[in-house]
């Protein structure tokens, strides 16, 4: 017997309200396996977890919508039944603590079942039915502690209610160690200013090999935040860092860094919080930064249609040379570039769409050390064609059909990836005075390391394929080339054995596709003056093969190599380093 409409509407809202409740209690069982990981040293196991928890939910969006096509049939894209479908599970959700969580959930399952071009209200939720959460509304989320006293006692009581069972070798010099540094910064912030009020986050963020206790400082109604960095050595736990400053805290939370494990009941009450100590991090980064990126994507989502609504501009090319692979375009008031792929590459490209979104998926999964640019992909995004300029919409109707349809008025972007604009390193290197330049392309040089200890090779290492945050950090955000380090064959170039060999304009040796000569990176990097001797000088290393070699050695050998988050200066216990 056929349920009746308003039957049928409740079962399957129950059952992708089911799938969703499903999601987040395995997301939160994984994510609460990362303490024990820390406590054991179980390094592997983190990384397994990590893969696993972002494999969760396309997984089970993917047996739900299953689910929904076998009991609707023919149904299943049956318009008028989706409203009261939508209705019906928002009652459902209404009283959860992850209730805006839950709306990304339902229309991950409405988009796939409709492939919806632009958006539809009807079946998904566009704007939210509910009002973002708040710090307050959570009791359970931030924990006080006294600040009167001497601040190693405040670090000691930290300590003891977030570590307890762990083994601190040397205790007091860390507490001496973290109470001076912590002293020192908030003089510099402060001055005399007297810390009134100390709250930290009820949770430990784990990521990597590393732990984090977060909260924030208050001098009356000035805020800092307060991160201190916990790093377990087989000699025991050490306090690695204690930051106090709103950059430093951004780029540990940074948008090119895998997402922390971190077991809250309120994620928006914690992203509230971390809103008042990085105040110029938007909401969606935040959420991605704590394992939501679902819903960070709808977030950012939402925040493209208010601008677009606040604004007349147009969509115009991104600063930066031309993309061989992708057409990349902005908005030049926000801070966002949507990335097509081309239908063809330019020469000397030759890599297919399938080979592009390899690349990407490899970025998503892996982790990124804090150099890899965090993408987000979108399906059918519809703008008014009004919206594109002129020469941006030639080039998307002559060169990226299969990413993009233009017709009846609009702009559907049928695959679309979005990333944090930033400026092209080659573009900063010839703008900003020599010592900013300098401090770029000496961390250039840190971020193509940093890459390798990540077990990531660029593959195309012209600066043009970097670019500089507003921290000055520089990072790598072309993909087309990149790959798994221990896939690429490092060669020390071979010595011509007469003048035609040498003075050949073709190679007079084999080269295998996989083949990587360091010795020809300074012809094409044309670093000169003193920026180039400044990156000579640094990372003059990069230039030989034996280095690329001893880091593939360490990663065939199963090491996980650290990757700091935060400058060596800030290390309280520098001689550790790299232990």
């Known amino acids: 017997m056929t349920a009746e409409p308003n039957q049928l509407a409740d079962q399957i809202a129950r059952r992708i309200y089911e799938g969703m409740q499903r999601y987040f209690e395995q997301f939160a069982r994984i994510t609460q396996r990362a303490r024990q990981r820390f406590e054991t040293r179980e390094w592997e196991g983190l990384q397994s977890d990590a893969s696993e928890r972002l494999d969760l939910y396309g ?10 096509r076998d009991r609707l049939a023919e149904r299943v894209t049956d318009r008028a039944l989706w409203p009261p479908i939508k209705a019906s599970y928002t009652q459902l959700i209404a009283d959860i603590a992850t209730c805006r969580q839950a709306e990304s959930f339902f229309n991950s399952v409405s988009r796939r079942i409709f492939s919806t071009v632009g958006v539809n ?35 000691q009581n930290i300590l003891e209610y977030f570590c307890q069972g762990w083994s601190f070798p040397v205790l007091d010099i860390d507490l001496a160690l973290g109470a001076a540094e912590m002293e020192r910064r908030l003089t510099e912030k402060w001055g005399d200013g007297r810390l009134t009020s100390l709250h930290m986050v009820d949770s430990v ?14 001098s009356n109604n000035q805020v800092l935040p307060l991160v201190i960095v916990l790093v377990h050595r087989d000699t025991g736990v050490y306090i ?11 780029v540990v939370f940074s948008f090119t860094r895998s997402y922390f494990h971190v077991d809250v009941e309120r994620p928006d009450a914690l992203v509230a919080f971390l809103k008042v100590i990085m105040p110029k991090k938007p909401p969606a980064e935040l959420y991605t930064a704590i394992g939501f990126n679902k819903h960070g994507k709808t977030e950012l989502y939402r925040d493209l249609l208010e601008h677009l609504g606040d604004t007349s501009e147009a969509f115009v090319h991104a600063a930066g040379d031309k993309g061989l692979v992708m057409i990349v375009f902005t908005l030049p008031s926000y801070d ?19 080979d592009v979104k390899n690349k990407y998926d490899l970025v998503f999964k892996h982790d990124r050390g804090g150099r890899l640019v965090d993408a987000q992909e979108f399906e059918h995004l519809e703008f008014a064609i009004e919206r594109f300029s002129d020469e941006l919409l030639d080039e998307l ?23 944090r604009r930033i400026t092209p390193l080659n573009l900063y290197l010839r703008n900003e005075p020599t010592r900013r330049a300098v401090a770029a392309v000496k961390d250039y040089g840190q971020a193509i390391k940093d890459l390798a200890s990540s077990n990531i090779f ?18 790598f955000y072309d993909y087309d080339e990149l790959c798994l380090l221990t896939a690429c ?3 020390k170039m071979p010595v011509a054995r007469d003048m035609d060999e040498e003075m050949s304009a073709e190679p007079w040796f084999y080269v295998a596709e996989d083949d990587v000569f360091p010795e020809e990176f300074p012809s094409f990097l044309c670093l000169t003056g003193e920026i180039g001797e400044a990156f000579n000088k640094a990372h003059g290393e990069l230039f030989t093969a034996a280095y690329w070699k001893r880091i593939q050695d360490r990663h065939r050998n199963g090491e996980i190599i650290e990757i700091c988050p935060y400058v060596f200066e800030r290390r309280l216990h520098p001689e550790l380093a790299g232990h």
């Open 240 to 250: 690695d860092a204690v930051l106090v400053d709103e950059n430093e805290a951004s």
């Open 59 to 68: 997984e089970i969006v993917r047996g739900v919508v299953d689910d929904v």
């Open 397 to 419: 109707r002559t060169s990226a059909s299969e990413s993009v349809s233009i017709s009846d008025g609009f702009v559907d972007l049928k695959h679309v990836y979005t990333e």
């Open 121 to 155: 209200p009807d079946i998904e939720f566009i704007e939210s039915h509910f009002a973002s959460a708040t710090i307050h509304e959570d009791p359970d989320l931030l924990m006080s502690f006294p600040v009167e006293g001497e601040r190693a006692t405040l670090l």
């Open 336 to 354: 966002v570039v949507f990335k097509v792929i081309r239908d063809k590459p330019l020469p000397p490209k030759t890599m297919t769409r399938r």
């Open 205 to 218: 963020f784990f990521r990597g090999r590393r732990a984090y206790l977060v909260g924030h400082l208050r």
């Open 489 to 491: 064959r490092f060669r």
């Open 458 to 475: 660029p593959g195309d290492l012209l600066l043009k394929n970097f670019g500089v945050t507003r921290h000055g950090r520089v990072i």
